[in-house]
């Protein structure tokens, strides 16, 4: 082997290793089209490593060999440079985080898809999906909640805040970080969200999805039975047909687990009255958006989703005359304290009430002065 300088260097055959007389193990190879450093050296448990350490002349050789004394200094004290590097190389990135936790945690919940969507368009565009488990420190946190803010999705931000969490939560226990930088994370203050149908938008939706049943029958039968049941979405477009006994839906898996929606004779009706399209409730397996912004459109409504269908059952039942508890029980609550936000309802028609009391009292007094 030849001892090497700029003009063995250049000089040399592809073929031919140079060796450094200054730093032991230190060589380089010389290829049809590049010269490269490498370092050999061993752990202190005797493997042999012969990782490369740059090419020449991007390399000078007094930087290769300063990088070739640390890597033989830091083998010396018990470390192995080498496959640290290889290892950070490798190291699991946001688009395997994301893979790992839609197999091992999101296929197995309702919302999983949803999950993948707020990686795929939120996350991974603002942090990048190269990006190192690793490396994801509290301030790249901070900055993704900024440029939520900043994209007026705030709410969103919240959303995938707790995304992260979870998924970094899940990064530790796989040993792929030692901690989780979005515990605790700011989150941007979010406004109550109390949106109901009127009696105006009631008939202007039950008008317009008249007019679309014949276009999309499953579809309107699904917000039809979430009218009039008050169940989740989920709960409706994911049940089968067999599960319907005695006027009784018999859910074995919804968000709260087993749970059982009394159906009434109305809801019935409108169940029977469609096609069981693979086992299905109400003819579709699958989220009815078209028909339900068609039907929005048509009726010049605004500012509702379909889960304000739920809030919408609520506030009907408790104009009904049901107590808070009962109203819990049918829309299978498992929480009072979820029960609760319908307090201000509540209070409402109680308002309301006195209201009524105190004009016929006036009336009563103004009669008889």
């Known amino acids: 082997m030849k001892q090497f300088n700029i003009a063995t260097i250049k000089a040399a055959q592809p073929g031919d290793v140079l060796r450094d007389a200054v730093v032991p193990g230190l060589q380089l190879r010389v290829f049809p089209t590049k010269r490269a450093f490498y370092i050999y050296y061993r752990t202190r448990s005797g493997i042999q490593r012969k990782p490369k350490i740059g090419d020449w002349p991007t390399l000078t050789i007094d930087q ?6 640390g890597w033989i200094a830091e083998a010396h004290n018990g470390g ?11 190291a699991p990135t946001l688009a395997d985080l994301r893979e790992r936790y839609m197999a091992r945690h999101g296929a197995k919940k309702k919302t999983g898809e949803r999950d993948r969507a707020s990686f795929v368009n939120h996350i991974e565009p603002i942090m990048g999906s ?3 488990v690793a490396d994801i420190t509290s301030a790249d946190i901070e900055r993704f ?3 939520m803010a900043a994209k007026g999705a705030p709410v969103q931000g919240n959303r995938c805040l707790s995304l992260l969490s979870k998924a970094l939560n899940l990064a530790v226990k796989w040993g792929w970080r030692t901690d989780n930088p979005a515990k605790g994370g700011d989150r941007h203050p979010e406004k109550k969200r109390r949106r109901y149908l009127t009696p105006d938008e009631y008939r202007a939706l039950g008008l317009a999805l ?3 049943e014949a276009e999309s029958p499953g579809g309107v039968a699904a917000i039809r039975v979430m009218l009039l049941t008050g169940a989740r979405l989920g709960e409706i477009v994911g049940a089968r047909r067999e599960w319907l006994r005695d006027g009784v839906l018999h859910l074995p898996d919804s968000k709260t687990g087993e749970k059982d929606i009394h159906i009434p004779a109305a809801a019935l009706a409108i169940i029977e009255a469609t096609l069981p399209i693979d086992g299905s409730l109400v003819g579709i397996r699958s989220r009815p958006s078209k028909v339900w912004d068609k039907a929005l459109t048509m009726a010049g409504i605004t500012d509702l989703r379909l889960h304000d269908l739920r809030h919408s059952f609520a506030s009907q039942a408790l104009a009904s005359g049901l107590t808070l508890p009962q109203i819990g029980e049918l829309l299978g609550h498992k929480s009072t304290q979820t029960t609760k936000r319908y307090a201000h309802l509540e209070d409402e028609l109680k308002k309301e009430a006195a209201g009524m009391v105190a004009d016929r009292l006036m009336i009563r007094l103004q009669n008889n002065s």
């Open 145 to 147: 909640m900024d440029k």
């Open 80 to 90: 192995d440079p080498s496959k640290a590097r290889h290892d950070s190389i490798n």
């Open 210 to 212: 008249a007019a679309l």
């Open 130 to 132: 190269k990006t190192k």
């Open 64 to 69: 290769a060999r300063h990088i070739a004394k």
